[in-house]
């Protein structure tokens, strides 16, 4: 299986200039043979709660139509994290989608961690449920951004036979290191692939001018570095060439899995 991560700096509230991006991205992608092209958090439009919310009231579930078309048009799967507003709720969620090479969503995961740091509690409407779906390239587990500092989440997906876990990231400067770390510890401790993939470029909040750093990368289960964008480099693409069969490997030869205490923990 070949997987494109895809470095992105998004455009604040410009749905339809990032999806000229991501479609741009994609072909690229599939010229290069990958099967999947993973973006980071919110890679349609960034943080700009009131934007987004007005444009999808306005335009409903347009972004994720145009990713499914853009995935059937290629061929190839597309996997990040958009706003998405539910009817039943006020608020919408951030929502991890999984579109398949034939243009369909496959499976999605809301966030179930919300950055309170941000105030994203504020304007998101929290997830309730831990996702691992059977997808043509694998059991593949989901994680957005914050739900990176919950190893718990990980160990759920980890017995649930997730052998590869997606996290769509818009991690800022100054925590570069921690991105780093915990996305190898979560690869190393749950043996499994983890495709880890980071917003690049900044932000303007009132006052406050967020930047990301980038440093996606894709993980072995022994916690190598399968392949990697540079920081700070923007609309920067990787690829990797990963095996699944690795992952039973490797856990045969360190039964750490297995010889949880699940009893006492």
């Given amino acids: ?13 410009e749905f339809e200039k990032n999806i000229a991006k991501t479609e741009a991205f994609a072909k690229r992608a599939h010229e290069c043979g990958a099967d999947i092209a993973v973006f980071p958090e919110m890679f349609l ?11 999808l009231r306005a335009n409903g579930d347009a972004a994720q139509a145009a990713l499914c078309n853009i995935a059937l048009k290629y061929g190839i799967a597309i996997c990040g994290s958009i ?31 919300l950055f309170s740091i941000f105030n994203e509690n504020s304007y998101v409407a929290a997830g309730n449920q831990i996702v691992v779906s059977d997808t043509p390239l694998g059991r593949c587990g989901f994680a957005i951004c914050y739900d990176l500092r919950f190893p718990d989440m990980f160990v759920e997906m980890t017995k649930r036979n997730a052998k590869m876990i997606i996290i769509c990231a818009a991690f800022p400067n100054p925590r570069s290191e921690h991105w780093r770390i915990l996305s190898r510890a979560r690869a190393i401790e749950n043996q499994c692939f983890v495709i880890a993939v980071n917003q690049c470029g900044h932000e303007d909040f009132a006052n406050n001018k967020v930047k990301y750093f980038g440093a996606s990368a894709v993980i072995d289960p022994w916690g190598g570095v399968v392949a990697e ?3 700070d480099a923007e609309d920067a693409m990787a690829f990797a060439d990963i095996n699944l069969d690795e992952v039973e490997d490797i856990r045969a030869k360190i039964p750490a899995l297995a010889d949880r205490r ?3 923990y």
């Fill in 1 to 13: 299986m070949k997987v494109a991560i895809v470095q992105m700096a998004v455009e604040q509230g």
């Fill in 45 to 55: 439009c960034g943080f700009n709660y009131k934007k987004n919310l007005d444009y």
């Fill in 83 to 113: 706003p998405f507003l539910n009817p039943s709720l006020k608020q919408p969620t951030n929502r991890l989608v999984f579109v398949n090479a034939d243009g369909t969503i496959l499976s999605h995961y809301d966030k179930i961690h």
């Fill in 229 to 231: 964008c540079e920081p």
């Fill in 262 to 264: 699940d009893d006492l």
